[in-house]
């Protein structure tokens, strides 16, 4: 069974720094390109970043670039989302899953709960 679990979301002030995780199981995590996506309620995901299977190539949405990292650990089959100057409009619910899974309310497949980002001084 696929699971798909983020955490590391939380409470932070304008301008800091969040770390999130995504521990993901019941699939070859090495084979799929990952990505990470956040939602605001009322409103349509965006995807802010991805990285390849192997880390050699990423993407970055315009708004988060020189800010946001995202990075792997195919041992350990988790992704990361470093988030640096952390903005208001970062404020949102964060999600990882492939790239090109639609959005988590109106996609059929398999997401995570999401973990919420609260950017606030």
């Known amino acids: 069974e696929v699971r798909l679990v983020e955490s590391g979301g939380g409470l932070v002030q304008p301008g800091g720094s969040l770390t999130l995780s995504c521990a993901t199981s019941?699939?070859?995590?090495?084979?799929?390109?990952m990505a990470w996506f956040r939602q605001v309620p009322g409103q349509k995901c965006e995807m802010v970043a991805s990285?390849?299977?192997?880390?050699?190539?990423?993407t970055y949405q315009e708004s988060v670039k020189g800010r946001f990292t995202i990075s792997r650990d195919n041992d350990k089959n988790i992704v990361y989302l470093q988030m640096n100057e952390v903005k208001p409009e970062d404020a949102a619910v964060y999600y990882c899953?492939?790239?090109?899974?639609?959005?988590?309310?109106?996609?059929?497949?398999?997401w995570g709960q999401g973990t919420q980002v609260t950017v606030s001084s």
């Open positions: 899953n492939v790239p090109g899974s639609g959005c988590p309310d109106t996609s059929d497949l398999i």
């Open positions: 990285i390849g299977k192997v880390s050699d190539t990423y």
């Open positions: 019941g699939f070859t995590f090495s084979n799929y390109n």
